[in-house]
């Protein structure tokens, strides 16, 4: 019996079948006689369709984090080896491994301390899956979008997407598509930077030059970059919404003496002298925040999470909080504003040394909540795809332009790549 023929069988069968079916929570659900035909004749979408632009790879970047505590060795042997997040200067082999095994047992602790282990991997999985959902509501043409997550020092790494993506019949001369999407809002050298220098080493390992001889093989995946977005809309309301609640936890007579420090992880001067826009984009998530907030209450910005002897940028979040306890400014909320979900910073480095040792304590030392599970900020993840697979860009005009002092010839060669792909993207998703 031909396809054809099996098909008309199979819609006259259906149409049988009365449409109304049993609902669930408000939803309708097939019968099973329907999902069976279902199964049966929808085609599964391939690398080689013609009508579509998809299935489409979403790869969430992001530091990562130990999941237990037998990791943490690893995932500090892999963060002081990297000079783009913590420059050592020429002597990083030696000193970054050395740091890494003295540091070990007290961070292997403070995982002990927050349960074992970081969430961050659950929470960024999670967030990407439900993007996906979303996305493939908003932009069918390149749907299926598929979740990915690729850390940079811990779980799954980039090589193991990377390695991942290949077997789910992206690339090797079948082609397809895959978007960056950082999760760091506000770009940095030393986060996003260093995420996309890994994952342009591992595209040419496995399937660039180092792998086929060629830099562009035909086939290859291609791919396109999320590298910023500090003033998204929904990225500010759902800070806003968060900070909100929070406030609503004093008494109505306290509430607008309520100070908000804002905290995000530091860098080292070395890096901000050499151009790096970060803080300038963590100031603009700020400034953005208060606008939606009314700018009612007093705030500052303030920095965590310094490593070693040399001059990073503050004033530290420790310092801070601990200053205006001393001068009774007791009422204080922090915010973790460059972080998209809980992790140690978070739960233990706020939560635990900040509010429990600077603050003594002081019940009206709160932290409010991380984005985590929002549905305003996992909307907005969604929204934040969707215009980028709208817009037929491959990355940002920002990205293309370096660092007043960068020297980096990786950085340089990593951005002509990802730029380079503007060509194969076109014509733009309508």
Known sequence: ??????????????????????????????????????????????????????????????????????????FLSRLFADADLIPLGPLQNYIGPLISRRRTPKIQKQYSAIGGGSPI?????????????????????????????????????????????????????????????????????????????????????????????????????????????????????????NIEAKLAEYPEERRKDVVILFSAHSLPMSVVNRGDPYPAEVAATVHAVMTRLGH???????????????????????????????????????????????????LYEIDQEVMHEDAKGNPGVKRADSLNGSPVFINALADIAHKHLQSGDSCSRQMGLRCQGCKSERCLEQKRFFAGEQAKILPTVR
Not at 17 to 41: D, E, K, W, Y
Not at 126 to 134: L, V
Not at 141 to 166: C, G, I, Q, S, W
Not at 169 to 192: D, H, I, L, W
């Open 121 to 241: 991997r659950k929470w960024s999985e999670y967030q990407c899956s439900e993007m996906c959902k979303i996305l493939d509501k908003l932009s069918p043409e390149t749907a299926p979008h598929k979740p990915y997550v690729a850390f940079r020092y811990a779980d799954p790494l980039t090589e193991e997407m990377y390695e991942n993506l290949l077997k789910d019949g992206f690339g090797n001369g079948r082609g397809g598509r895959a978007v960056a999407f950082t999760q760091y809002p506000q770009y940095s050298c030393s986060t996003t930077g260093s995420s996309l220098n890994e994952l342009w080493k591992w595209r040419n390992r496995l399937e660039g030059k180092r792998a086929t001889g060629e830099p562009n093989p035909e086939g290859a995946i291609t791919w396109s970059v999320i590298d910023r977005w500090p003033t998204h809309p929904g990225l500010v309301e759902a800070f806003a919404q």
């Open 1 to 74: 019996m031909s396809l054809r023929l099996s098909t008309s069988r199979l819609t006259r069968q259906l149409a049988k079948h009365p449409i109304a079916l049993p609902s669930r929570n408000g939803f309708s659900q097939p019968s099973t006689f329907q999902r069976a035909c279902m199964a049966t004749v929808a085609p599964p979408v391939t690398q080689d369709s013609t009508s579509r632009q998809g299935p489409t790879a979403m790869v969430f970047m992001n530091m990562g984090g130990p999941s237990t505590t037998d990791e943490v060795g690893g």
């Open 296 to 346: 009612k209450h007093p705030y500052r910005l303030c920095w965590q999470s310094q490593v070693g002897p040399s001059a990073w940028l503050g004033a530290q979040t420790s310092d801070t909080v601990r200053h205006y306890v001393e001068r009774g400014q007791t009422d204080l909320i922090l915010v973790p504003i460059a972080f998209t979900s809980d992790h140690i910073e978070t």
